[in-house]
């Protein structure tokens, strides 16, 4: 069943409702791991973990870049031909956060300390992370300590930390030690190892190293600036951290320096007197390269540091305020009259840009960088889940997660050519183009990944009308993976002009692959693929049509590149009008895949919470042997093609999979929610709703502690927008068929198309558009009609309804007692060492 989860979840006492922060109003240490991540700041380059200053009571900590990763040999039990060889795994790079406070020769360690007062803010208009607390010493003396941490979004290398320390009651000699400390290889400060670095079960984490990563370069320190360079001993990249200090108070102060090859260190030792402040402020910096020398690495640091320096840190607060302001006039979703749901909602979209603004020439990792969780790998999420939200609201930054695809676009031909393939295939899981996926059954045979590219590049193209990245980038793109579909797949004719099970006509056919659902592996036509792969060779032959039109020179040149013949794009027209696309009569819904309903059903409704997810209970081939899934894999495809579907069909295929769909991913309940308040379900459209908000503030898998949920991130966007708002662009075209929640007054939110920025508001009884930004009329279809907004205009629209309320949940009960097309009746059961032995129990539930 759906976790019942209202808008006060979140311990309110702790955490109160403001609907531009998370605030924290007392420092617990049973939780801390999921804190790190709720708190972390980042800018899609650099990440900070949400550990304290002082460096203690941490559960992992973690700095993080982007991309940054060491590379290992992945070694098979039993190896075949085409395994994935490599593995890649993000590093937590040396930690500069560290700034240890002793007063009196005490240690401030929060976990025992006696604090006064406690506040910690995660300040969502302005893009910070302040801290403020009053502590009593084992001596009586009150402090007080405040910091701010900023991960610059206008600077990128950047970050911005401050400290201030006021002695409230007493005068005490105070010590200040910031430090850069690499904790990659194994051992804190106090030589403790990570608790987070251990071996564990789930495939989710992260794995550790057997040997030392970061091999020491060049480490030094003056009076103000420290120093580490570095390069990893296997993938051969290079990393440099340098760290200034600017320390300002009136009172006395002595600086001790000290460099070693992991340690960085000045102690500012101050004799403090009551009511004086003394503010360190510490300016960060990290450089990155796959082979540049750390010596110019070292020279890229300075640089930064040196015009840090004269811009100032209350320079880049201002810049970093302002950079969010225009964020939000982007990107901000308003839920009127739910103040506790908006600030969920805005926590979400701020963690988006943090995963995301600045990522450049990199992708968006699973857990943004956040944490190390999924080894940093990039997935198919972020073409499916973050790059919609970047398309209508940052465009520039989707254009840029598109144009680090295809510079993959190499790496990708050559895994389509080792798995004997021609085109290009994306990898399921990397950091740097290669395969790192070591389970093919989960990984590479996930081949709709290509199509997901593609659907996510035809969003930017339609959505912005940047024809010349089409051009320039896009159309190798389509055109291998295009080609990649054709290849893979094969033909079917009737025997002698005889009707089949597919028809009388010859139908395309794609075999040996997996859908989204992990719970279901190596099928025959999973239908999200063929689906998808439909659209990508229908999108590719538009676009061969599409440059031709608009650039000939250009076209004789991407026909010259791609050596591209008309025979093969007439062959790929041939095969998305035949694609075999399943269906069944019998219980008039879409198969998952051919052989889908062969299964017996996986009773969800008998089987106990602590052994979900089903993934660390129980064998794969166990799962693989029933109808379950890990996420929507047909319902997914009723969102993304829904143009391709009738509303009777999306109803059913609906009511069919939702009660055996586990959620074991969190990428399912936003599409979940999305299908639901468009076929009726209205309830269970906002129960799934907020499951996606509250799965990290709530860690509702309990595996928060390694990073966000990125993806889910962005699928509350399309939440919001496509399920309550109703908005779809099939085919380039702005609709809208809005299933508002019945107790929400309005929903707002702005979208970015072809250059104009229009804010779209959802009433119960009408739906308005004002064209805010931009020179270009947006035209907009409300359940059939056609609206044009021009520059300045407000266009509302009546709503007779919000579509077809269906009231109650389906559950997660079976719906079991179909019959196949050979007439035998579905049944339903759980798998487990005493069933079905005991039969008094299992027959209640066989059929």
Not at 94 to 101: E, H, Q, T
Not at 231 to 238: D, G, K, L, P, V
Not at 325 to 331: A, L, Q, V
Not at 740 to 763: E, I, K, Y
Request: contains cysteine; hydrophobic residues 40%; aromatic residues 8%.
């Amino acid at each position: 069943m759906l976790p019942d989860i209202s808008e006060d979840s979140l311990d309110r006492s702790r955490f109160p409702v403001d609907e531009w922060a998370l605030r924290e109003t007392a420092h617990r240490s049973s939780d801390l791991g999921t804190t790190e991540t709720l708190f972390a700041v980042g800018n899609g380059y650099l990440g900070m973990r949400g550990n304290p200053e002082e460096g203690r009571d941490a559960v992992q900590h973690g700095t993080f870049v982007n991309g940054f990763h060491e590379t290992w040999e992945i070694h098979h039990a039993e190896s075949a031909f085409g395994f994935a060889r490599t593995g890649q795994t993000l590093v937590n790079i040396p930690d500069a956060k560290v700034m240890k406070i002793y007063v009196d020769d005490e240690p401030l360690i929060l976990g025992t300390a006696d604090l006064e007062s406690y506040e910690r803010t995660l300040d969502l208009a302005a893009g910070l992370l302040r801290r403020s607390l009053v502590w009593r010493t084992p001596s009586g003396k009150r402090v007080r300590i405040d910091s701010t941490r900023m991960v610059s979004m206008t600077e990128r290398h950047l970050a911005v930390l401050e400290l201030e320390v006021t002695m409230l009651e007493g005068d005490a000699p105070v010590v200040i030690s910031s430090q850069v400390l690499n904790r990659q290889d194994g051992e804190d400060e106090y030589h403790v190892a990570d608790a987070a670095m251990g071996e564990s079960r789930d495939p989710r984490k992260a794995g550790h190293f057997a040997d030392r990563v970061l091999v020491p370069q060049e480490h030094w320190a003056t009076d103000n600036r420290i120093f580490l360079g570095y390069r990893c001993r296997n993938s051969a990249m290079t990393l440099a951290v340098c760290a200034h200090h600017e320390l300002d108070t009136t009172d006395d102060v002595e600086r001790v320096v000290r460099s070693e090859d992991d340690l960085g260190k000045i102690a500012f030792r101050i004799d403090a007197h009551e009511g004086v402040t003394t503010r360190l402020t510490k300016l960060v910096t990290y450089h990155t390269s796959r082979g540049v020398p750390v010596r110019e690495l070292s020279d890229r640091c300075d640089r930064t540091l040196d015009r840090a320096v004269r811009h100032g840190a209350a320079a880049y607060r201002a810049d970093q305020r302002g950079w969010f302001d225009d964020f939000w006039r982007r990107s901000d979703v308003v839920v009127e009259g739910h103040p506790a749901l908006q600030q969920a909602i805005r926590f979400n979209l701020f963690h988006l840009a943090q995963a995301a603004a600045r990522s450049d020439q990199q992708g968006v990792p699973a857990k943004g960088v956040t944490g190390n969780g999924y080894e940093g790998h990039y997935f198919w999420d972020t073409e499916v889940y973050v790059v919609p939200f970047l398309v209508y609201t940052m465009p520039e930054i989707a254009r840029n997660c598109l144009h680090f695809r295809s510079r993959m676009l190499p790496a990708a031909r050559d895994r389509a050519h080792e798995l004997a393939q021609v085109g290009a295939l994306y990898p399921w899981r990397t950091i740097n183009g290669e395969e790192a996926s070591a389970y093919y059954a989960a990984g590479t045979a996930q081949v709709h990944i290509d199509a997901d590219v593609a659907y996510a590049l035809s969003k930017y193209v339609d959505a912005t009308g940047d024809t010349g990245f089409l051009v320039r980038d896009g159309v190798d793109i389509l055109v291998e993976t295009a080609r990649l579909y054709a290849d893979l797949g094969f033909w079917r004719h009737p025997a002698n002009g005889d009707a089949s099970k597919y028809g009388d006509h010859p139908t395309f056919h794609i075999h040996g692959v997996t859908g989204p659902d992990e719970y279901t592996t190596v099928v025959n036509n999973n239908l999200f693929t063929n689906v998808m792969a439909r659209f990508n060779l229908e999108r590719a032959v538009r676009a061969v049509d599409e440059v031709r039109d608009a650039d000939p020179v250009e076209h004789e040149r991407m026909v010259k590149r791609l050596g591209l013949r008309c025979e093969e794009v007439q062959e790929w027209r041939e095969a998305a009008e035949a694609m075999c696309i399943p269906y069944d009569d019998n219980l008039g819904i879409h198969p998952q895949d051919e052989h889908f309903l062969d299964r017996e059903v996986w009773d969800l409704s008998r089987t106990p919470a602590e052994l979900r997810p089903l993934l660390l209970h129980y064998h794969p081939l166990v799962i693989y042997r029933f109808q379950v899934l890990k996420q929507a894999d047909v319902v997914l495809a009723l969102f993304l093609q829904g143009d391709r579907f009738t509303a009777a069909e999306k109803r059913a295929d609906f009511e069919y999979y939702d009660p055996i769909t586990t959620g074991d991913s969190t990428l399912s309940a936003v599409v979940q929610s999305v299908m639901a308040a468009e076929v009726g379900y209205h309830q269970q459209a906002l129960a799934y709703f907020r499951k996606a908000l509250y799965v990290d503030l709530l860690d509702l898998h309990h595996n928060v502690v390694d990073g966000m949920h990125v993806a889910s991130a962005g699928g509350v966007w399309s939440a919001l927008v496509s399920g309550f708002g109703g908005m779809r662009d099939h085919g380039g075209e702005l609709r809208f068929d809005p299933r508002l929640p019945v107790d929400w007054p309005g929903l707002s939110f702005p979208l970015q198309w072809h250059g104009n920025r229009v804010r779209v508001r959802v009433a119960q009884e009408a739906i308005t558009f004002v064209h805010e930004s931009g020179d270009g009329a947006v035209t907009v279809d409300v359940r059939g009609a056609s609206y044009e907004v021009a520059p300045g205009a407000t266009v509302e629209v009546p709503l007779e309804h919000q579509g077809q309320r269906i009231d109650g949940m389906l559950g997660d009960r079976p719906l079991i007692g179909g019959r196949r097309a050979d007439g035998s009746r579905i049944t339903a059961g759980v798998p487990s060492p005493s069933y079905p032995a005991d039969e008094a129990e299992s027959a209640d539930h066989l059929v």
